[in-house]
């Protein structure tokens, strides 16, 4: 069976520091990986999208980049944190080559930038 | 407009009553809709998962999808403390691109025992 793996599941940064969350998922291969955010009360916001081994696509101008080295890891960083990139970070995957779209979900990464 | 409203409660019930969670859109070419359940500071997990239009049941879980109307529900019968959670719609058009799943803000809903 398939299973995705984020960590850690808690972090606390100072403001300027650099970031990397990594996940891996198991179990299948070339999927569709993803990055979202969580801001407290609020929906999930989708930051980036991967095909592929070294493709991203950014869905919104920020602070954070995304990398795939591998087909089944996908990687969040930044060189300088700030305040504003607080917040719960998800990772999730879908299979590729099928119509239907199930999106699952790691188990999160609570991200405290201070 | 946002493409998926979602009413974000929260929504307070007593143990064993029946809840209704609902979503409405307005993009027409969605076609296969979700439902996620939240824990907090947990990842959300798929709880149901529909193709166009109808009802789908599991266990005390129904999931009733009205293209016509673009509405979406999720009914919880005898509902339990531990369905105390936020709820995420989330729905998709299987002919866009990979990023399109769209979710609603979440609706937070609590048991009371």
């Known amino acids: 069976s398939q299973t995705i793996h984020q960590w850690p599941a808690t972090l606390v940064q100072p403001v300027g520091s650099p970031l990397s969350l990594e996940c891996t998922v198991e179990g299948t291969s070339n999927p569709n990986l993803y990055w979202y955010r969580q801001a407290a009360g609020r929906g999930l916001q989708l930051l980036f999208y991967s095909v592929g081994i070294g493709q991203i696509s950014s869905e919104v101008p920020q602070n954070l980049s995304a990398s795939r080295p591998q087909d089944r890891q996908f990687i969040l960083s930044s060189k300088k944190l700030l305040l504003s990139d607080s917040g719960f970070y998800l990772c999730?995957?879908?299979?590729?080559?099928?119509?239907?779209?199930?999106?699952?979900f790691g188990s999160g990464t609570q991200l405290s930038v201070l | 407009q946002k493409e998926v409203e979602q009413d974000p409660g929260p929504l307070s019930v007593p143990e064993g009553a029946i809840v209704s969670l609902n979503c409405t859109y307005s993009n027409s070419a969605f076609q296969y809709f979700m439902w996620y359940r939240q824990y907090s500071r947990k990842g959300p997990e798929l709880l149901m998962y529909?193709?166009?239009?109808g009802n789908k049941e599991d266990g005390r879980f129904t999931a009733q999808v009205d293209k016509s109307s673009k509405y979406i529900s999720l009914f919880i019968r005898d509902s339990q403390p531990s369905d105390s959670a936020t709820y995420l719609c989330?729905?998709?058009?299987?002919?866009?691109?990979?990023?399109?799943?769209?979710f609603g803000s979440g609706t937070r809903l609590s048991i009371r025992p």
């Open positions: 989330a729905m998709s058009d299987p002919y866009s691109s990979a990023s399109k799943i769209i």
């Open positions: 999730a995957w879908t299979t590729t080559g099928t119509e239907d779209e199930k999106l699952f």
């Open positions: 529909t193709y166009s239009s």
